[in-house]
């Protein structure tokens, strides 16, 4: 089937589609809006860049059209920057949020900030909103990229989940009110949730248990690895935001689990939605 | 489409002349607001985005209003860095009376721009020295 301007506008306009569904939750959280312009500046070029190279690996496995090199997945990653950026700078304008009497570094740092959450939607909206997806070609290539490839999108989905609640006041007002037992209770049931929703409870898209894998080794294999990448997903999105300065070590412990247990169902679920 | 995808060899090189314009057109104005936005990112790291704040505030208009005066001011934060909790605190001072102090915090002022707000005095602002400053911040 050739891939003709029609075919790619209609994927654009899901790709529209996607953006603000998926963008629309942090779009309207007043923290994001302030760390648009507050958070560093070098850590936002690092948050852009990474979200790049997340962009590219997702249109390899999920794009909003079948893609054929790097070339094309780049090409693909950058329409679905630019259509966050547009998505998100219309939002911002129509909800008051950016106003013409700001200053540059201002009205770049918010939009530049709120694409991150609306690209990943654009690149997802397809598989999301679209009826005619090459399920086939997909699944190959999920089986193709192998363990890598596992470890990928279980990052692509602890990031979407945990940039959705990290900016927000609450991760650190729980923080503070839990006490240790709290935070292991929270710590075992993120990894029990991971472990179940992966392999146990049939979603859709759900993982057979490895061939000869027993319990152990599947536990140690996937879901405490999927653990430990959803902790170091939660520390790069703290870190980013500035809230890890200045914290003493018990306190980021504490902090690393509130934001590990959405980050692990995230993880758990990437398989479900991309 | 399974099949097409297992051609996917042969199709390299033919999907390469077929890129549909559009498809050119939304990567490119994609790789334009990208370099865009990591450009002014980028020079704002190297252009004193790291100073800390420092606020000024001047007053923009006095008028009256009932049960006092209303006076709205401008603060601007001339450095890189952006301030939080602004407090701006206002004296009218008048000869023969003690003086009256009005406060407010502003959230945020970010760094390279200027927000408005107002305080509100019994006394008339015009008739003795009214002065306005930036008490403190927190960074964010």
Redesign the interface.
């Known amino acids: 089937?050739?891939?003709?301007?029609e075919?790619?506008?209609i994927g654009?306009a899901r790709a529209f589609g996607g953006a603000i569904i998926f963008g629309i939750p942090l779009l309207m959280t007043m923290e994001m809006w302030?760390l648009g312009?507050?958070m560093g500046?070098?850590r936002?070029?690092l948050l852009?860049v990474f979200t790049?190279v997340l962009l590219i690996g997702l249109s390899y496995f999920s794009g909003f059209?079948?893609t054929?090199?790097l070339k094309?997945d780049a090409?693909?990653?950058?329409?679905?920057?630019?259509?966050g950026?547009?998505t998100s700078a219309v939002l911002l304008v129509v909800l008051a949020v950016i106003t013409f009497?700001?200053?540059?570094?201002?009205i770049?740092?918010r939009?530049?900030l709120q694409?991150v959450p609306a690209s990943i939607g654009a690149m997802l909206g397809r598989k999301q909103l679209g009826d005619e997806q090459?399920m086939?070609?997909e699944e190959?290539r999920k089986r193709e990229a192998g363990y890598a490839g596992e470890l990928f999108l279980m990052l692509a989905g602890a990031l979407f989940l945990a940039f959705n609640m990290a900016p927000t006041e609450e991760m650190i007002l729980i923080a503070f009110q839990m006490t240790p037992w709290h935070a292991l209770a929270l710590g075992v049931l993120s990894m029990l949730l991971l472990h179940v929703f992966v392999y146990s409870i049939g979603f859709s898209g759900q993982e057979g248990r490895p061939e000869g894998g027993t319990f152990l080794s599947t536990f140690l294999h996937f879901t405490l690895t999927g653990y430990g990448v959803a902790l170091l997903v939660s520390l790069y999105v703290l870190w980013s935001f500035?809230r890890t300065d200045g914290v003493s070590v018990a306190e980021m412990a504490n902090m690393l689990v509130v934001l590990g247990f959405p980050a692990s169902l995230g993880a758990a679920t990437a398989r479900l939605v991309v | 489409m399974n099949r097409e995808h297992k051609a996917g060899e042969i199709q390299t090189a033919k999907a390469e002349q077929q890129v549909p314009w559009l498809e050119w057109a939304a990567s490119g104005i994609g790789l334009f607001l990208v370099l865009g936005i990591f450009g002014v990112i980028g020079w704002q790291v190297f252009n004193g985005a790291t100073t800390p704040p420092e606020i000024i505030v001047e007053v923009d208009t006095v008028a009256p209003v009932e049960g006092g005066y209303r006076v709205l001011f401008l603060a601007r934060n001339t450095a890189g860095e952006a301030a939080a909790q602004v407090e701006i605190e206002g004296t009218v001072s008048k000869a023969g009376a003690d003086t009256e102090t009005s406060r407010v915090v502003l959230d945020y002022i970010p760094g390279h721009s200027e927000r408005q707000g107002g305080l509100f005095f019994t006394y008339e602002p015009r008739s003795g020295s009214l002065a306005v400053r930036a008490t403190g911040f927190t960074t964010p």
């Open positions: 089937m050739r891939v003709t301007s075919r790619y506008a654009l302030s312009f507050s500046r070098g936002l070029l852009m790049l059209e079948k054929f090199s094309e090409m693909d990653a950058f329409a679905a920057l630019g259509v950026v547009i009497d700001m200053s540059w570094g201002d770049v740092g939009v530049a694409s090459d086939d070609a190959e500035g």
